[in-house]
């Protein structure tokens, strides 16, 4: 039987999350909820992000739609509630649908803070329920293959490693919540996370951070260039913005040096390039599914067989949340900050 799924938030990720579900024949999306009736009604056509979503008309026959959350989070005939609420709102429902004894799919960040992600985490644990993280870099082809070649010190040891993400501003998010820290973090906690994530999944806790940042005003972490303490040997950077004009569009990538070789990816090309002594870059097989839907997959596999994740466990997706804090405050304080882990 279909794990049965309910989504709530039906906007550029809400409407990606129900496309990949519908068609995975592993899940089944029994409900949607959005406070705005044109998403209930399948009118779609005025979603929009920094990467192509299918918008549109939608078919909604057979998908029960709900215009409050806490009435999807009560069906009984849903199994697990995916939230792709704006950040903020990420602990508040996630919780409420723990308690109700669902499993929980949530976007990236996990929540707006680390405090409240652990919050998340605690109600997962007391409610013996599974929790799942956006976390879609950790998936994503060409950076999931350069994960395994850096563990297996295929090429030798990192050098050096620098994540790039830069954006042109967001202002299509609903009520432009996107724009307002208290309730996205502005691009340090919405986009750039993604690379803060890859850094910590890869390379394990640095022991400090050093940030700075530009901003439309004092204290906005609009963009963001970070070095991550490894301590002497290996130079792991990472820069994200998001202040660019609208024609600026979006682009991510990477270079990371090793002893032996040199691999890059961007997303313009999508390919892995490997570039080794010879003088002719190679490009590398990378598995052919986009990232978000692998990820999403591996969570529905999960509920369905009764695992956890290994890739993502959620207490990992706490941890990148308290290390883009400690990258704010260095940012902002203009020190030096140190990072430990918290156990648990
Ligand atoms: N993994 C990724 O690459 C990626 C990319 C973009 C966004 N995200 C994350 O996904 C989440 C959602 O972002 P988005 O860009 O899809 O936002 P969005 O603004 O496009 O969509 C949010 C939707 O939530 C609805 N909504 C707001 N309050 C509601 C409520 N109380 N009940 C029901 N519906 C409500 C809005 O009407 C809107 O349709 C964020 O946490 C964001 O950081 C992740």
């Not at 569009?249 to 090309?269: D, N, P, R, S, Y």
């Amino acid at each position: 039987m279909p794990v049965r799924i309910g989504v709530i938030g039906i906007g550029f990720m809400g409407s990606a999350h129900f496309n990949i579900h519908r068609s995975n024949p592993a899940a089944k999306v029994v409900a949607i909820c959005d406070i705005d009736p044109k998403k209930l009604s399948g009118d779609w056509s005025s979603i929009a992000g920094n990467v192509a979503v299918g918008g549109g008309k939608v078919d909604l026959s057979g998908v029960k739609t709900y215009d409050c959350a806490d009435e999807l989070i009560a069906d009984p005939e849903i199994d697990a509630v995916d939230i792709t609420l704006p950040t903020y709102l990420h602990a508040e429902f996630a919780i409420k649908a723990l308690q109700a004894g669902k499993h929980v799919l949530c976007e990236k960040p996990m929540a707006r803070t680390s405090a409240e992600a652990r919050k998340m985490l605690d109600a997962a644990k007391k409610a013996k329920r599974k929790l799942f993280i956006g976390q879609c870099i950790r998936f994503w082809p060409g950076w999931f293959e350069a994960r395994e070649i850096i563990r297996t010190k295929k090429y030798g040891k990192v050098i050096s490693a620098n994540f790039r993400r830069f954006s042109q501003l967001p202002t299509w998010g609903w009520q432009n919540w996107l724009q307002d820290n208290a309730k996205s973090g502005l691009c340090a906690l919405d986009m750039h996370i993604h690379d803060t994530d890859y850094v910590l999944y890869t390379f394990g806790a640095p022991k400090a951070v050093t940030a700075h940042y530009a901003g439309f005003k004092k204290g906005r972490l609009d963009h963001i260039l970070v070095a991550y303490d490894y301590g002497q040997g290996m130079l792991v950077t990472s820069e994200g913005a998001w202040e660019y004009k609208p024609s600026f569009g979006f682009t991510m990538g990477f270079v990371i040096h090793m002893e032996k070789a040199t691999l890059t990816w961007q997303i313009e090309t999508g390919k892995l390039m490997l570039h080794g002594a010879s003088g002719k870059a190679e490009v590398l097989p990378t598995v052919m599914e986009d990232g978000y839907n692998r990820e999403l997959k591996h969570y529905v596999d999960c509920i369905a067989n009764n695992k956890q994740s290994e890739i993502c466990p959620p207490a990992s997706a706490i941890a990148t949340v308290s290390l883009v804090e400690a990258e704010a405050k260095s940012a902002l304080s203009g020190r030096k900050v140190a990072f430990k882990l918290k156990k648990g």
